[in-house]
Nanobody
Framework: QVQLVESGGGLVQAGGSLRLSCAAS????????MGWYRQAPGKQRELVAIIASGGNTNYGDSVKGRFTIPRDNGRNTVYLEMNSLKPEDTAVYFC???????????????WGQGTQVTVSS
């Protein structure tokens, strides 16, 4: 069984910074893409940032230049470093990973439980 465990959410003032972490554990052979999505109340879940195992990244338009997504392959962990936060960044942030497991054909899509980020004005 594989789990994604997120941490680091909280309340921050506009202009501040937060760092989210997501650690994958279990019978992992390899992890392809890892990333972060977010969902605000009444809105659809949207891409924040993703990173491939080789380091290629893709960011949502609304966070480009403010967020970065470093990854530690040795620890099966992905981070989301959020700077210059805005009230519109308030949402539940979900970690996502495509994981190859021992004895399973193909990569399986896993999601974390979500962590709340609230940015006050």
């Amino acid at each position: 069984q594989v789990q994604l465990v997120e941490s680091g959410g909280g309340l921050v003032q506009a202009g501040g910074s937060l760092r989210l972490s997501c650690a994958a554990s279990g019978s992992i052979v390899s992890i392809n893409v890892m990333g972060w999505y977010r969902q605000a109340p009444g809105k659809q879940r949207e891409l924040v940032a993703i990173i491939a195992s080789g380091g290629n990244t893709n960011y949502g338009d609304s966070v480009k230049g403010r967020f970065t997504i470093p990854r530690d392959n040795g620890r099966n962990t992905v981070y989301l470093e959020m700077n210059s936060l805005k009230p519109e960044d308030t949402a539940v942030y979900f970690c996502n990973a495509f994981i190859r497991q021992d004895g399973v054909i193909g990569a399986v899509d896993y999601w974390g439980q979500g962590t709340q980020v609230t940015v006050s004005s």
